[in-house]
């Protein structure tokens, strides 16, 4: 059949379905980097399985001119590398859409669609013609669907070129050679054998002039650099390793001592997420700048730990980059479940910071503030990515940095303070804000104290006194409650004539904008708010109390946001209502539409009962 008639330039959705370990991830690292250069807005959600290889995976790309980047549910075109899931792909291709696949082997016609277009390429036959060894016809076949890709898509030669020019120099010549050449066979192919480019296509823009292609957890890893973090505790952990791993490559550049060579940084690969959570502590406790990275279920192993950095007042920074739970769940697909699990972790009354990123960009900028927070307010931090946004490469403005910054050490007596001072008393607060002071082990005799995670009163001795423990722990919610003047504000898009208010946090946004564009055009308008720190600001209660419906759009079973902003705000819970996406792919916004549209048909009908 033939193809849609009307043109669609930079703005489609195209998907890469591979087998897992065949290599395909450089391919379609190629092609992001491709329309990144070509100055287009791209967005790129890798859907892959937790085990090494031999299950499916797929690269789902979104090319949007007007830069939105939630994943798209349905496809233009599909690249299918892997025969076990045909029916599948074919299945979530657009009427009139394109299926790219390797006709060395026939494809059943029991499989085939009417209104899809098979654009069958011979992909393993011409590599085994063109390539010797069995793992590099394989690799090349990956490169090959590149090749088709671009002349039917209207992909930048030349752009091509530069990338593996830069990816392997001249002193791997013989795989620039062998990849550019494996690009043109399958170039040569399409344009010979197909209508190019499709309708679907791109062309040239220049809107990513001052952008950077970036995942979350790369971002996650310079910000604590800049922050001035030294030690990072850890214990590998999917999605959370690749965190560790790019601060270590960092620190190899910027953590090392001139003239000596030596290093400057202490990375610790820990024998479990328990021993991770002391050694952050400790470190903290020792005056360094100090985090670990991890995951739900590490964050479940990490509790009492946290618990004890809480009352003994220790600043620790703990990144949990979210996946699906309960128990191991499934490791390589994203969630929102851990939003109670971080604010209230550990038994008995503890309340904590936490940082809500919408996308890397905020990982490198929260990750500089969540070290300040820690050492102002004595305490651990939590910084809650996900997958979505840890492990997947996104558009987003080039980074900012202000060379004047100085880390906010908090209340730290130094030896010439503590010279002065008759005596020092670790939990005591002098200056009413609930904040006492703290010193560095070793700066001066007089700043020696013991360190409690039991019972202790202000001065610092033990305790089971009801009044004295009561002051302490009481003097610490003050402090957390206080917390809430810091942490970054929620940001919030008021429109005339909105009647509700839409609330959501994290990698959700991008779905939610798009969702209130689309509503825009049907005349429905909406007020938003996105959460981006705990404890909640003033204005988070003052966004609730203006709507008389505030739909909480989260990717969790439990409603764990609504949940929290019932607990944390004085607002009544008929306020709100709920919307929630928990499968483990990132959210869309034909979700959001469909799910909302829902949640007011109930409002309108409970309304129509009311006044009956």
Wanted: charged residues 25%; aromatic residues 10%; hydrophobic residues 40%.
């Amino acid at each position: 059949m033939s193809g849609m008639k009307s043109e669609r330039i930079n703005d489609f959705a195209f998907k890469i379905a591979t087998v897992n370990g065949t290599g395909s991830a450089s391919a379609n690292g190629l092609i992001m980097q491709l329309i990144f250069r070509m100055g287009v807005p791209v967005s790129g959600k890798n859907v892959f399985p937790s085990n090494i290889q031999g299950l499916p995976t797929w690269y789902e790309i979104r090319v949007n001119g007007t830069g939105h980047v939630a994943r798209r549910p349905d496809f233009d075109l599909i690249v299918a590398m892997n025969p076990e899931t045909y029916a599948r792909d074919i299945e979530e291709l657009v009427p009139g859409g394109w299926l790219l696949y390797d006709s060395s082997w026939p494809m059943a016609d029991t499989l085939k669609r009417d209104d899809v277009n098979f654009l069958g390429v011979p992909l393993a036959e011409m590599c085994v013609k063109n390539f010797e060894g069995g793992r590099t016809r394989i690799l090349m076949k990956n490169i090959a669907y590149t090749g088709a890709l671009a002349a039917l898509l209207d992909l930048d030669m030349e752009v091509i070129r530069g990338l593996l020019e830069e990816t392997f120099g001249e002193r791997k010549r013989h795989l620039l050679d062998a990849n550019f050449k494996a690009i043109r066979i399958g170039y040569d192919y399409a344009a010979e054998h197909f209508e190019c480019p499709l309708p679907i296509r791109l062309e040239r823009m220049d809107a990513t002039r001052d952008s950077i292609l970036i995942d979350g957890n790369t971002a996650a890893a310079l910000g604590c650099v800049y922050a001035g973090a030294t030690v990072a505790a850890w214990y590998p952990i999917t999605p959370s390793t690749s965190l560790v791993d790019a601060f270590t490559a960092y620190c190899r550049r910027l953590r090392i001592e001139e003239g000596s060579g030596r290093s400057k940084a202490a990375i610790l690969q820990a024998e479990d997420e328990l021993a991770a959570a002391g050694i952050t502590i400790g470190a903290g406790w020792a005056g360094a700048r100090a985090f670990t990275s991890t995951s739900g279920a590490g964050i479940s192993l990490m509790t009492e730990f946290i618990g004890l950095a809480y009352y003994a007042e220790i600043p620790c920074v703990f990144f949990d980059i979210e996946r699906v739970g309960p128990s191991t769940g499934m490791p390589t697909r994203t969630q929102q479940g851990d939003i109670l699990l971080c604010a209230y972790a550990s038994h008995g009354d503890t309340k904590h910071i936490c940082l809500y990123p919408k996308d890397p960009a905020e990982c490198f900028e929260f990750s500089v503030q969540a070290f300040d927070l820690a050492e102002r307010f004595q305490t651990p931090v939590f910084v809650l990515s996900d997958l979505d946004i840890g492990m997947n490469d996104w558009v987003v403005p080039r980074f900012r940095w202000d060379d004047t910054y100085r880390p906010d050490r908090g209340k730290v007596l130094d030896a010439e303070a503590l010279e002065e001072v008759e005596t020092f008393y670790r939990y005591l607060d002098v200056d009413g804000d609930g904040i006492p002071y703290r010193t560095i082990p070793g700066e001066h005799p007089k700043g020696a104290y013991f360190t409690r995670g039991s019972g202790h009163t202000k001065y610092g001795k033990y305790t089971e006194d009801e009044e004295e423990y009561l002051e302490v722990i009481d003097r610490i919610a003050v402090k957390i409650e206080n917390a809430a003047e810091a942490v970054p504000p929620p940001e919030i898009r008021s429109r005339p004539g909105a009647q509700y208010g839409l609330i959501t946090l994290g990698a959700c946004d991008g779905a939610v904008r798009e969702a209130i564009d689309q509503f825009d055009e049907e005349g429905l308008r909406f007020d938003y708010m996105r959460i981006r720190g705990f404890p909640f600001t003033p204005e988070v209660t003052r966004f609730i109390e203006a709507h008389d419906v505030n739909i909480v759009i989260e990717q969790n079973r439990d409603a764990q946001l609504k949940s929290l902003l019932t607990l944390e705000t004085p607002v009544s819970k008929e306020k709100f209502a709920s919307v929630r996406r928990y499968g483990g792919l990132p959210l869309s916004a034909r979700q959001v539409t469909e799910d909302v549209s829902d949640c007011l048909g109930i409002a309108a009908k409970s309304a129509e009962g009311v006044g009956a």
